[in-house]
């Protein structure tokens, strides 16, 4: 009878501790992971994103996005800005880039990047960024995606990359952004360097100390890259929400693969041994390291137990630099409008709520992270913004259900000069227009039929050139989009619209 009863007092234990652990994450809203990757191109991994591999897919090696991709849903036609600071003000918002007018990347407070041109100007545009206060001058002021989920009750993670906002700007560090933790983020939109031996400054080649990356003086002269100390803090800071019981919002925002291109030692040698050179070995390595720490953070989530109710996605905030290998075939590169330029890879992960190895022809865009990831946490927040929302969340397509609207327009807007002429777009269903501001000439795409954007079709199609070109025009109207002006008497680029009459 005695052994009985301690049998069933152990038994009354186990079951008493594991309603216990039941308790805590298990009935919790969703964790959120989002790995968002800086410069990123759409083939630049062992997943193919396209129909067929491509050379670059059998170039890199990603086992642990090949991994994810398995696991969850891979997005074949994901959409960002071509450019990094646009995107993740977009993120943090749910606005288009031609609504929040942050259009161009950021850095020091009230100077553009553009470099002037022989014809043009580009208009004012919100070239300080993203801020928490209105009253700071060339900023948007906005409810923020980590403002929204805090308030809700989950502990938000900010860790890499921030560039939402100028330096001098409260909008450069996160913390005024929503963020509870902040670790390595500030104005900048890359690293002084990816080696701790160099204390990730750019002092050691004579850099810019605006380029230094904060706070992580702990790995300052260690042999460690930053990717790899960036996923040490990150994994950090799971196991604290873990152990008390709270649901996280972790931003793993790493720099890699933007410049400076280091070799990541841990893979850089294999790649020349297979007969890359030094640059395409070393930005190889880089991506294999940005590999490794997606497969720690979710080996991290798996050891806690919490993968079930945890949610992974994985995103680029632009295309590819002109550096790097072409993504055939998709044409052009970071900052052009062609696909190059915006699409990026996207795979979501979350066990139980999504099919494994899935695969979606829908075209999605950056501001519908913002919605999305409300819509997983359960958050109700269209009374709680003040700004309009362009996004559209992307859930029902994780339940199979397609888009209310698989035509729906989607917009890009760049007026600027720098690196590349400037330009406004759209895509519609398979059909994209593209507007260029300096000689308002136009190109056309059937993405379906040419997804190397080769045969502009303007001269066979022109219905559907005016018809996108009135539906362009719209949204930088209703938007209120900056255009550039003329040098030589002030004028205004024309709307598309105008240009085509």
């Known amino acids: 009878m005695k052994l009985f009863r301690f049998r069933r007092t152990i038994i009354f234990l186990i079951i008493t501790l594991l309603s216990i652990h039941s308790f805590g994450q298990g009935n919790l809203k969703p964790n959120i992971i989002f790995f968002f990757i800086d410069d990123m191109g759409w083939q630049d991994t062992s997943v193919p994103f396209y129909k067929e591999k491509t050379k670059l897919n059998k170039t890199y ?22 450019v990094c600071s646009p995107s993740r003000i977009s993120l943090m918002t749910g606005m288009n880039a031609a609504r929040h007018q942050v259009t161009n990347w950021t850095l020091r407070k009230d100077k553009s990047p553009d470099p002037k041109h022989k014809i043009i100007s580009p208009p004012k545009w919100n070239l300080n960024g993203l801020s928490p206060n209105e009253k700071i001058d060339h900023t948007i002021n906005a409810v923020t995606l980590p403002q929204l989920l805090k308030e809700a009750g989950y502990r938000t993670i900010h860790v890499g990359k921030a560039h939402f906002g100028a330096g001098g700007t409260p909008g450069e560090d996160p913390l005024n952004l929503g963020f509870d933790v902040n670790i390595g983020g500030h104005a900048a939109g890359g690293p002084g360097s990816y080696y701790g031996k160099n204390n990730f400054s750019a002092k050691w080649r004579n850099g810019d100390e605006i380029w230094d990356i904060p706070g992580l003086d702990s790995y300052h002269g260690e042999d460690i890259y930053l990717t790899e100390a960036l996923t040490i803090e990150a994994n950090k800071e799971i196991d604290k929400a873990v152990s008390d019981d709270t649901p996280f919002y972790l931003y793993m925002s790493h720099y890699a693969i933007h410049a400076p291109w280091e070799k990541d030692d841990r893979y850089y040698q294999k790649y020349i041994d297979a007969g890359l050179n030094e640059f395409n070995a070393a930005y190889a390595s880089m991506i294999e390291g940005m590999d490794k720490s997606l497969g720690d953070i979710i080996g991290n989530v798996e050891k806690h137990g919490i993968n079930r109710n945890t949610v992974i996605v994985f995103m680029s905030d632009n295309g590819q630099p002109k550096q790097a290998t072409r993504n055939r075939p998709l044409r052009g590169h970071k900052l052009t409008p062609y696909e190059g330029g915006v699409r990026v890879p996207l795979i979501v992960k979350w066990p139980g709520e999504i099919d494994l190895g899935i695969n979606s022809k829908d075209y999605i865009i950056i501001e519908d992270i913002f919605p999305t990831f409300l819509e997983i946490a359960g958050v109700e927040y269209k009374s709680k913004v003040s700004q309009q929302i362009d996004g559209v969340s992307f859930v029902p397509l994780f339940n199979g259900i397609e ?17 590349q002429p400037p330009y406004s777009s759209v895509r519609k269903g398979d059909w994209k227009l593209i507007y260029h501001h300096i000689d308002q000439s136009f190109e056309l795409f059937n993405l379906e039929k040419y997804i190397s954007e080769s045969e502009n079709l303007v001269e066979k199609e022109q219905d559907k050139v005016d018809e996108l070109a009135m539906i362009l025009s719209d949204f930088l109207r209703e938007t209120e989009a900056g255009m550039p002006v003329y040098n030589n008497d002030g004028r205004r680029v024309p709307y598309p619209d105008d240009a085509v009459k």
């Open 61 to 82: 090696r990603t086992p642990n996005m090949e991994r994810m991709a398995k696991e969850g849903m891979k997005f074949t036609q994901a959409y960002a800005c071509a």
């Open 403 to 419: 888009q209310k609207e698989m035509d729906r327009p989607i917009f890009w807007h760049f007026p600027h000069t720098y690196d």
